[in-house]
């Protein structure tokens, strides 16, 4: 597999519309290829004998906790730690724009 280099990088940047300083760019490479090689030691894990699990729900032992029913905050408890609320909702910004 070639080597992730500075075009991959700027052809990255540009698919996901992400503008970058040099110092960034620099810092994105050096990140980019510390992630690459991580990835590259797993593929010399040896997983011959591992049996794989088709649904990581298919646990043998149940590993959450109890549900345990709590009282929940009062809704202007809640509404005082939104930032901004309309009709007794909490608002977010927009998403998608129209």
């Given at each position: 597999?070639?080597?992730?280099?500075?075009?991959?990088?700027k052809k990255l940047t540009r698919l996901c519309h992400i503008e970058c300083t040099?110092?960034?760019?620099?810092?994105?490479?050096?990140?980019?290829?510390?992630?690459?090689?991580?990835?590259?030691?797993?593929?010399?894990?040896?997983?011959?004998?591992?049996?794989?699990?088709?649904?990581?729900?298919?646990?043998?032992?149940?590993?959450w906790g109890e549900d345990i029913e709590e009282p929940s905050l009062e809704r202007?408890?809640?509404?005082?730690?939104?930032?901004?609320?309309?009709?007794?909702?909490?608002?977010?910004?927009?998403?998608?724009?129209?």
């Amino acid at each position: 597999m070639a080597r992730f280099d500075q075009n991959d990088l700027k052809k990255l940047t540009r698919l996901c519309h992400i503008e970058c300083t040099p110092e960034e760019e620099e810092r994105l490479l050096r990140n980019m290829l510390s992630i690459l090689d991580y990835i590259d030691q797993l593929h010399e894990v040896n997983t011959e004998q591992t049996l794989g699990k088709h649904n990581p729900t298919e646990c043998d032992v149940n590993v959450w906790g109890e549900d345990i029913e709590e009282p929940s905050l009062e809704r202007e408890e809640f509404l005082s730690n939104a930032p901004a609320q309309v009709g007794g909702m909490v608002r977010i910004p927009s998403v998608i724009q129209f």
